[in-house]
């Protein structure tokens, strides 16, 4: 289901579609959604979509959910209250029944309410289950939410990623965007690494953490270290 540029859909769309459009289709195994640049879905939206659709989809092995958006100059995301960051940190819970995962690609680009919270959350409540996974699309380029400008970061998120990709011993292909994103740090890459380590069945990695100004030489000497035991990788970006 493609739906991108479709200005006026909004949270409601998607809670019709999870409620009465998939409620009925158990035997899917393939899912693709893309909702690119749809101003006026937010994590509302998202948490329906996972809270009240996906999570009856077991045999999914195939998740694509395109929620880019091209975000104007001057965007004011302090106007943000907190309540609206509820709805992506509800992603890994409606993940978690997903065990027959082989492919996995999430695209929240410039998406303002996607936090550490919810990476951290998606980690450990869904990522952690999906023991068959082959192929890990996670792109949360540009994504920041008020929150980050006046907190120091904690990158709580990345350090968890790392941790529970060591369950995913299948996996193949690792591509990874957190350009300019303000929560990334040192530890965060550290954490990564220890996660990298374990991947031993690794033949693609992109990773892409541009701008990201909390990290320093000390956080490449990390993945270096995690870099050295993927030796059947054949494709590298950085």
Do not use: W
């Amino acid at each position: 289901l493609i739906f991108d540029g479709c200005k006026d859909l909004s949270d409601k769309g998607l809670e019709d579609l999870s409620c009465q459009g998939m409620q009925q289709i158990k035997a899917l195994t393939c899912l693709h959604l893309s909702f690119e640049n749809c101003d006026k879905i937010t994590d509302e939206g998202l948490k329906s979509l996972c809270l009240k659709g996906i999570r009856n989809f077991s045999q999914i092995s195939s998740l694509y959910f395109n929620f880019r958006r091209f975000v104007q100059d001057g965007t004011n995301f302090a106007d943000l209250e907190e309540s609206k960051y509820q709805g992506f940190k509800s992603l890994g819970e409606g993940l978690q029944q997903l065990r027959q995962l082989t492919s996995l690609h999430l695209n929240f680009e410039n998406c303002h309410f996607t936090t550490d919270e919810g990476l951290e959350s998606l980690s450990s409540k869904g990522i952690r289950n999906f023991s068959q996974l082959r192929s890990l699309y996670l792109n949360f380029g540009r994504c920041f939410s008020h929150k980050i400008h006046f907190e120091e970061p904690k990158c709580q998120g990345l350090k968890r990623l790392g941790e529970e990709l060591q369950q995913l011993r299948q996996l193949t292909s690792l591509h990874l965007n957190f350009e300019n994103c303000p929560y990334i740090t040192d530890e965060g890459l550290e954490g990564l690494s220890s996660g990298l380590k374990q991947l031993r069945q690794l033949t693609s990695l992109h990773l892409n953490f541009g701008h990201c100004h909390y990290t320093t030489d000390g956080g490449l000497e990390s993945l270096c270290l995690g870099l050295q035991k993927l030796l059947n990788l054949t494709s590298l970006g950085l």
